[in-house]
């Protein structure tokens, strides 16, 4: 299924390609198309791919608005078209409605209004399973401490960094959310404002109150006050994250530590893989088996499940092995012991991932990205190697 948005700029006027291609361009996600005028008035046959959407301009040079999108709209029935025009004219811009068009951008073209626009496409082509949908994963901490945090916030900023995979990072640690001090965002706006008006929940409002982040993550924060956290049901989640995938290609949850509720409940069914995040401490690995069972108990998948070991030390007291004897399936990854990298990062606010790309924690989530999109190079990998370079 197609993972871009293609979008085709037919726009006569040079001025006018130029600024639309500038806002355009940069989006994540979005394969954009040069055609030369009356391009798609020629009909399907005569251009190399179909697009998602269309941008014509409405000047007098480039023909009758009105009959040139009747025409395109029946040679691309599917496709959504944009007019781009200087016209502020209601019987003008309804017109226009009536022939085909979706969207009646006035210029100057404001880059959110065409953003959201572009985005209100994208996740309407995900309902109907015409655009893959993003995946999501949760990381919850067997034991309070052990990394959940830190383990969401480097995954993010680590699937970020192409800067063309779009990344949405969520903290859903209601109580004690701190992902936005990992990132040093003193964010204006939460997951509350989401809750308090969701019956008109549209792209819009998702962008609208997420935090961008110079890793490229877009960030939707916890709520400010703890007891707030009260007012957020299952179906907040569950339309969040919905409308969320259809917009991102990863979507990371910071579930926080042990605590389940019906919130956590509906993020892990939204999920394609629930990370339990733990240490090789005895009450840490008690608490994993615990956990996992409870987790299944709400009827997740043993599949989707997958134990992490943070803060992995080869040769320490307890040998791995007798650690997976009292989980039902293999550790899935292990992250080396990173102390003082990790304080550093934390207390300057820069994920490490970005602040030392090189330290043993970046080189290891690096990996571990690679694992959970299926593209290690050597599948049994799973983050640390033992003596001469084995798989532990
Ligand atoms: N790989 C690692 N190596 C060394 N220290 C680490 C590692 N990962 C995390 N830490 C340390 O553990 C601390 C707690 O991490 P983090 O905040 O991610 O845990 P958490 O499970 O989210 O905790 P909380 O229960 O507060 O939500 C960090 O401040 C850091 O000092
Ligand atoms: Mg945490």
């Given at each position: 299924m197609a993972k871009e948005l293609i979008v085709a700029i037919q726009i006569a006027k040079p001025d006018r390609a130029k600024a639309l291609t500038g806002l355009t361009k940069h989006l994540k996600g979005v394969n954009l198309l040069q055609w030369p005028s009356n391009h798609a008035e020629k009909g399907a046959m005569s251009v190399k791919t179909i697009p998602d959407i269309i941008m014509i301009d409405d000047s007098p040079e480039t023909g009758d608005l009105f009959t040139r999108l009747k025409t395109i709209k029946s040679h691309f029935p599917q496709v959504t078209l944009f007019v781009v025009s200087d016209s502020k004219d209601h019987q003008h811009i309804i017109a226009a409605m009536k022939a085909g068009a979706s969207e009646f951008l006035v210029e100057p073209v404001l880059e959110e209004i065409l953003h959201n626009a572009i985005d209100e496409v994208r996740a309407k082509l995900a309902n109907a399973g015409r655009l893959a949908q993003g995946r999501i994963y949760s990381f919850i901490s067997a034991k309070g401490g052990v990394g959940s945090t830190v383990l969401a916030v480097n995954t993010a900023a680590a699937l970020s960094i192409d800067k063309?995979?779009?990344?949405?990072?969520?903290?859903?640690?209601?109580?004690?959310?701190?992902?936005?001090?990992?990132?040093?965002?003193?964010?204006?706006?939460?997951?509350?404002?989401?809750?308090?008006?969701?019956?008109?929940?549209?792209?819009?409002?998702?962008?609208?109150?997420?935090?961008?982040?110079s890793t490229g993550i877009n960030f939707l924060s916890a709520p400010l006050n703890p007891e707030d956290s009260e007012d957020i049901n299952s179906e907040h989640i569950a339309s969040i994250l919905n409308l969320t995938r259809k917009l991102y290609d990863h979507v990371v949850l910071d579930c926080g530590a042990m605590h389940i509720n019906d919130c956590s409940v509906e993020a892990f069914k939204h999920s394609d893989k629930v990370f339990v995040v733990t240490d090789m401490s005895v009450p840490s690995i008690r608490n994993t088996v615990r956990l996992c069972k409870l987790i299944r108990k709400f009827g997740i998948s043993l599949e989707k499940i997958e134990i992490i070991i943070n803060?992995?030390?080869?040769?320490?007291?307890?040998?791995?092995?007798?650690?997976e004897k009292?989980?039902?399936?293999?550790?899935?990854?292990?992250?080396?012991?990173d102390f003082s990298d990790i304080v550093s990062s934390?207390?300057?606010?820069?994920?490490l991932i970005k602040l030392s790309p090189g330290s043993p924690f970046s080189k290891n989530v690096v990996e571990f990205i690679k694992k959970i999109q299926g593209i290690l190079d050597d599948p049994d990998f799973r983050g640390v190697r033992g003596t001469f370079g084995k798989v532990i």
């Open positions: 063309k995979t779009a990344v949405a990072l969520v903290d859903m640690s209601f109580q004690s959310g701190d992902a936005s001090v990992l990132l040093d965002i003193v964010p204006q706006n939460t997951i509350m404002d989401i809750c308090a008006n969701m019956h008109r929940l549209d792209v819009s409002l998702l962008r609208g109150v997420m935090s961008g982040h803060r992995f030390i080869k040769g320490g007291a307890l040998s791995l092995a007798e650690v009292n989980f039902d399936k293999p550790v899935y990854w292990l992250i080396p012991n934390i207390n300057r606010g820069v994920p």
